[in-house]
T-cell receptor, first 116, second 115 residues
Framework: AQSVTQLDSHVSVSEGTPVLLRCNYS??????LFWYVQHPNKGLQLLLK??????LVKGINGFEAEFKKSETSFHLTKPSAHMSDAAEYFC??????????????FGQGTTLQVKP | DTAVSQTPKYLVTQMGNDKSIKCEQN?????MYWYKQDSKKFLKIMFS???????INETVPNRFSPKSPDKAHLNLHINSLELGDSAVYFC??????????????FGDGTRLSIL
């Protein structure tokens, strides 16, 4: 079965400093991985996706993530945080197999706080 | 134009009532989904339809009944609402449910509160 674990439930950074949101995955198949962002009272917006092409994936709003198979990690980074980055972030793996095909399997979410 | 739109955005109702949430997508996708987000923000899939055919039906009380009149619409009807049904319900769509690299596009959610 596939799963993701977001290692931090809450991350607080100052505006202009780097952001690191950590995600580990478990999958017996070659995984497709995503990061989604959810701003307050909004739906989920796709930040970026990994689908077995380049291991360093660039997304929207300056975010990027690196797929590391040896560490089963897919951490999200941004060089310089902006106040508008404050939101909930979800690491997601695509389900495979007879009971999981078509499903997105979500991590628990990380709340990013950006201080002025 | 909103790609995935849900109505209503807020729904406040009494326990025991029956209510429906509607979802429409204008992306031309074949597959649509309903997710439930609980108070701890955990998201879990409930149902999925591909071109009007039910393909995912998670362990959900049978008070919840999805209906897909066409591939652009997926509605969720809930009978005999209970306090535990209070949550945010998200609709989503994707091009193809079998291709794992297809991202899903989400609506803004329906915030259901049971009094």
């Amino acid at each position: 079965a596939q799963s993701v674990t977001q290692l931090d439930s809450h991350v607080s950074v100052s505006e202009g400093t780097p952001v690191l949101l950590r995600c580990n995955y478990s999958s017996s198949y070659s995984p497709s991985l995503f990061w989604y962002v959810q701003h307050p009272n909004k739906g989920l917006q796709l930040l970026l996706k990994y689908t077995s092409a380049a291991t360093l994936v660039k997304g929207i709003n300056g975010f990027e993530a690196e797929f590391k198979k040896s560490e089963t990690s897919f951490h999200l980074t941004k060089p310089s945080a902006h106040m508008s980055d404050a939101a909930e972030y979800f690491c997601v793996v695509t389900g495979y197999g007879s009971s999981n095909t078509g499903k997105l399997i979500f991590g628990q979410g990380t709340t990013l706080q950006v201080k002025p | 134009d909103t790609a995935v739109s849900q109505t209503p955005k807020y729904l406040v109702t009494q326990m025991g009532n029956d209510k429906s949430i509607k979802c429409e997508q204008n992306l031309g996708h074949d597959t649509m989904y309903w997710y439930k987000q609980d108070s701890k923000k955990f998201l879990k899939i409930m149902f999925s339809y591909n071109n009007k055919e039910l393909i995912i039906n998670e362990t959900v009380p049978n008070r919840f009944s999805p209906k897909s009149p066409d591939k652009a619409h997926l509605n969720l009807h809930i009978n005999s609402l209970e306090l535990g049904d209070s949550a945010v319900y998200f609709c989503a769509s994707s091009q193809d449910w079998t291709a794992g690299n297809q991202p899903q596009h989400f609506g803004d959610g329906t915030r259901l509160s049971i009094l």
